[in-house]
């Protein structure tokens, strides 16, 4: 069944909540860019999350009605009804970003990739 957009903006709201999404790409707009590659590349980055938390969002969507996204509340417990059975593996990749956020000196594109890295492999088991 088709959702509504209202509806499934607030699904795809607490996905981004719940993987921390908007952190990641505001970190990535954040990382200064000598050169045009430089820029690309982040540019591709901030766009892998934005695909990465969609494909999250629509596998939330399958495994919900879409009454779950008549409110931000309804919303996130869907979300965290989808993450119950795959609490683990999300635990360890928000722990692999909060190792690598707290390791210092800010966020690099390094850094970021390796971060997008697992939050790539729970979006891809997703799909």
């Not at 509806?7 to 908007?22: E, I, N, T």
């Not at 990465?52 to 939330?60: F, G, I, K, P």
């Not at 928000?94 to 890295?117: C, H, P, Y």
């Amino acid at each position: 069944a088709k959702w509504s957009a209202p509806a499934m903006a607030r699904l795809y709201h607490q996905v981004g909540a719940a993987f921390d999404f908007d952190r990641l790409r505001a970190a990535a707009g954040s990382i200064p860019s000598a050169d045009h590659f430089d820029r690309l590349a982040v540019r591709r980055l901030i766009e892998d999350l934005m695909n990465e938390q969609v494909v999250l969002t629509r596998a939330v969507a399958r495994a919900s009605k879409e009454s779950v996204g008549a409110s931000e509340a309804a919303a996130e417990a869907a979300v965290d009804a989808w993450i119950g059975p795959r609490q683990s593996v999300v635990e360890g990749v928000r722990a692999s970003v909060d190792e690598i956020e707290q390791s210092g000196a800010g966020w690099t594109f390094a850094k970021l990739t390796i971060a997008n890295s697992s939050i790539r492999e729970i979006a891809a088991s997703a799909r």
